[in-house]
């Protein structure tokens, strides 16, 4: 869906901050006493500082003051987990990427945070994610808030475990299960973005590994890493995630 040409912009003028949640109910009756759309700019999880865009009014919206909006979000220091599911990603992969440093090279750990990522992503894979166009009763769309679709979850979850792992025998054949394993598990309509991470992987363990001993080892889903490959890469872990959900 496309909207029109804002009618008003406001600018955020408080102290910077990191959105950290908002009130979507508030914002809704603001919209629906205005007759008018709400967008908030910044997604949870982004930091807000003095002038950048806060909201965008669509329609007349002549009696919507910022300090009125501003009551309706939250700020603070750090993200947190309450609206902001990416950052439960951002966390684990964090605990991956500081194994897979060369000071540390601990990639047994890393393969540990990817069994973690794994049950994140069946879980987001088979919910609804929102459009981000929040509509009335009359199916008149009253807020617009941005939010991460499954494209952006896949590519979060995978790429810098990619970057920082793509030298790692067990930490590719473990994204190498994962991703198998999700596009045997999760809807149809999922599949496009998985399968174009597991391409990625294919081209990253090609140049990874010079050695085509290794590479054809590299290439081998596993879910232990290193030393636990199944032939059915959908079997095992889909009843295990089952359980954990």
Sequence with gaps: MTLEAPSKTLLY?????????????????????E????????????????????FRLYGTAKH????????????????????DPAFAFRMIIDIAAKALSPAINDPTTA????????????????????DGFVRDQARTVRIVCHTPDWEDFVGLATTELRQ????S???????????ENLILTLPAERSAALNEALALLRVTVERGF?????????????FQGLGGHRSVPGACVSQDLGSAA
């Design 13 to 33: 003028n408080g102290k910077p901050g990191v959105l950290l949640s908002f009130d979507l109910q508030a914002l809704l009756a603001l919209a629906a006493r």
């Design 169 to 179: 025998i067990q930490v590719v054949r473990r994204m190498k299960a994962m991703l």
């Design 64 to 83: 919507v003051q910022l300090k009125e909006l501003l009551r309706s979000v939250a700020l603070g220091r750090e993200r947190t987990l309450e609206q």
């Design 164 to 167: 920082f792992g793509g030298s």
């Design 210 to 222: 010079p050695l085509p001993e290794d590479r054809t080892r590299a290439e081998i889903p596993d």
């Design 111 to 130: 393969v540990l945070a990817i069994d973690q990522i794994h049950i994140l992503l069946h879980e987001v894979g088979l919910r609804r994610l929102d």
């Design 35 to 54: 007759n008018c759309t709400i967008e908030l700019v910044p997604q949870v999880g982004d930091f807000l500082s003095a002038s950048d865009p806060a």
